[in-house]
């Protein structure tokens, strides 16, 4: 069971608006400590899609989008194509474990 | 542009030492302030992070290796190398060598990662 709780699955239809949570605790993202989200395509290593709760790195699409409020944050992607489906995860510190924790990851279906 | 690669044995036995090297290309690991990270999967689940090295500091490990895991850098070649010992079959995974970013993006944001490498524990 992941210290960071995301849903295993989410769906929408093309062009519509999904998002994602990624549900934390005192001992992380309520602690302050930043989420960054990662998107991971089928056989390929995980990409930075998201950083500093909020932050795109160049070449992500504004469709995705971040934020952080208490102990969960949120991912949100607007107009969905077909090329989003994939993997998400969330990631941030607990300084109970001290160590980088990932989410369980939440499986995106475009339908 | 830089590029990551990880290299080692695909199969090893229990009990034995995993040892994987991640090969860095296109820039010094001992410039800038990056962090070089090991993260490994295991099939159908999510990441785990294993631990990072600061080529001018002490490395920083997930506890939850307890004793097992040494992360280290070798600057003359470039590479950062991972040796986890006492391997069981729960340590099968595919195994990725990530750069950590903090002066471009943030701490724990992996910006670039190497393709992985798929690692068997069984005899």
């Known amino acids: 069971q992941s210290v960071l709780t995301q849903p295993p699955s989410v769906s929408g239809a093309p062009g519509q608006r999904v998002t994602i949570s990624c549900i934390g605790s005192?001992?992380?993202?309520?602690?302050?400590?930043?989420v960054n989200w990662y998107q991971q395509l089928p056989g390929t290593a995980p990409k930075l899609l998201i950083y500093?709760?909020?932050n795109r790195p160049s070449g992500v699409p504004d469709r995705f989008s971040g934020s952080k409020s208490g102990t969960s944050a949120s991912l949100a992607i607007t107009g969905l194509q077909a090329e989003d489906e994939a993997d998400y995860y969330c990631?941030?510190?607990?300084?109970?474990?001290?160590?980088?924790?990932f989410g369980g990851g939440t499986k995106l279906t475009v339908l | 542009q830089v590029q990551l690669q990880e290299s080692g044995p695909g199969l090893v036995k229990p009990s034995q030492t995993l040892s994987l090297t991640c090969t860095v290309s296109?820039?010094?690991?001992?410039?800038?302030?990056?962090?070089w990270n090991w993260i490994r999967q295991p099939a159908g689940k999510g990441p785990e992070w294993i631990g990072r090295?600061?080529?001018?500091?002490?490395?920083n490990y997930n506890p939850s290796f307890k004793s097992r895991v040494t992360i280290s850098a070798d600057t003359s070649n470039n590479q950062i190398s991972l040796k986890l010992s006492s391997v069981a079959a729960a340590d099968t995974a595919v195994y990725y060598c990530?750069?950590?970013?903090?002066?471009?993006?943030?701490?724990?944001?992996?910006?670039?990662w190497g393709q992985g490498t798929v690692v068997t524990v069984s005899s």
């Open positions: 990530a750069r950590e970013n903090p002066p471009n993006y943030a701490f724990r944001a992996y910006d670039i």
């Open positions: 296109g820039v010094s690991i001992s410039s800038g302030s990056y962090y």
């Open positions: 090295v600061y080529t001018s500091g002490n490395p």
């Open positions: 005192s001992s992380n993202i309520g602690a302050g400590y930043d």
């Open positions: 500093a709760n909020s």
């Open positions: 990631l941030s510190y607990d300084s109970s474990l001290s160590a980088v924790v």
